[in-house]
């Protein structure tokens, strides 16, 4: 083989290496900037690539911009971009960012439902990490049909929204996530309040109203309890329920906000008020927790019919009229003391 041939296969084998290393780095060697766990980035349903590009730089996640660029350019991908939300640990490749895109490989986002709150609360929060907005979350609450298909009425569905943290990915329509955590309530009724329920004669739609009263009633969890088998009592020997929180449910429902209670709250003509009609309300106040809704399954069980502030943040337990009106005193005397304290 003549000298001059040898030398241009040696060239080209050469350039050929050349060409596979600069291949090599160029895909697979790291174009994200050092960071601690994740970072991630939101890419919409019909961005392009040079979008897609910005994205990623503006979350921290390109260290060579142009890199990833010609990386997209080579290989085609750069027409394969799909909508989604992602995340990335540092020291990632041009390879491990654009193949995770084009694959569509989501990272879930997290969905927190408070407890207590209002359907307009929950619907801010859900819509926070996910593609839709509050409203569409408000309508698949409102939604008969859906509703229907999960056992229940409109009016009631949000009381089922148990509060817990949930994952989604990011396009996950809002009927999907209404559904999802509706069978995890049901689920969750099943499991850990069925035997309770059944022992005191009650329904998951009665557990759920009552709960409501439970959750907006007291934040201390192991006063819960106590709380609910006060009710429990009431509704045994008959008595009105009596429940604040269903009159301010009433005065939500016309004012559109909490405020203090007056007086004249408690005449207030609506079927949640519970001064105004016997038996529990027709649904529920609002999404109770877990533990709202063991209390209810698992109350304590005493002979307490009445309970008022203590002024610490609990409450002050009667078995008499007698008792409690001596408590109510006592509470509405440290308010007084409280008040003329400040003024001074």
């Known amino acids: 083989m003549n ?34 766990g994740e970072r991630s980035v939101t890419i919409p349903e019909g961005t392009s690539f040079e979008t897609t590009l910005d994205s990623l730089e503006s979350a921290g996640l390109l260290t060579s911009t142009r890199s990833m660029r010609w990386f997209g350019q080579l290989t085609g991908w750069q027409n394969q971009v799909k909508a989604g939300h992602y995340a990335f640990a540092s020291g990632a490749s041009n390879w491990d960012l654009l193949d995770t895109i084009r694959k569509g490989l989501q990272t879930p986002v997290r969905v927190t439902i408070p407890p207590g709150t ?10 926070r990490n996910m593609a839709f907005d509050a409203d569409a979350f408000r309508a698949a609450l409102s939604d008969s049909s859906l509703a229907d298909e999960l056992g229940t009425t409109p009016t009631d569905l949000f009381g089922y929204m148990l509060p817990d943290t949930y994952h989604f990915y990011w396009q996950t329509s809002p009927a999907s996530v209404v559904e999802h955590i509706k069978t995890s309530f049901d689920r969750f009724a099943e499991q850990d309040l069925r035997d309770g329920l059944d022992a005191h004669d009650l329904n998951v739609h009665d557990a759920a109203i009552l709960a409501s009263i439970v959750e907006w009633e007291t934040g201390l969890s192991d006063e819960k309890p106590r709380v609910a088998g006060v009710y429990l009592n009431r509704l045994e020997i008959g008595m009105p329920l009596q429940a604040d929180p269903t009159v301010q449910y009433a005065v939500m429902e016309e004012e559109g906000s909490k405020r203090r209670l007056l007086f004249a709250d408690y005449d207030i003509e609506h079927d949640y008020n519970t001064y105004q009609f016997r038996g529990l309300p027709p649904g529920p106040l609002t999404n109770p927790s877990r533990s709202s809704l063991r209390a209810v399954a698992r ?24 008792e409690h009106n001596r408590a109510a005193q006592d509470y509405y005397e440290l308010m007084r003391q409280r008040r003329a304290q400040q003024n001074n």
Not at 5 to 32: E, K
Not at 118 to 127: H, I, S
Not at 299 to 322: C, I, K, M, N, Q
Request: net charge neutral; no cysteine.
């Open 3 to 36: 000298t001059w041939i040898r030398w241009a296969l040696a060239i080209l084998a050469a350039l050929a290496t050349g060409i596979g290393l600069a291949g090599g780095l160029l895909a697979f060697s790291s174009n994200t900037p050092t960071f601690d």
């Open 118 to 127: 209002t359907p307009e609360v929950a619907a801010q929060r859900a819509a």
């Open 299 to 322: 109350p304590e069980s005493h002979s307490y019919l009445y309970f008022v502030a203590d002024g610490t943040g609990g409450h002050t337990f009667s078995r008499t009229l007698r």
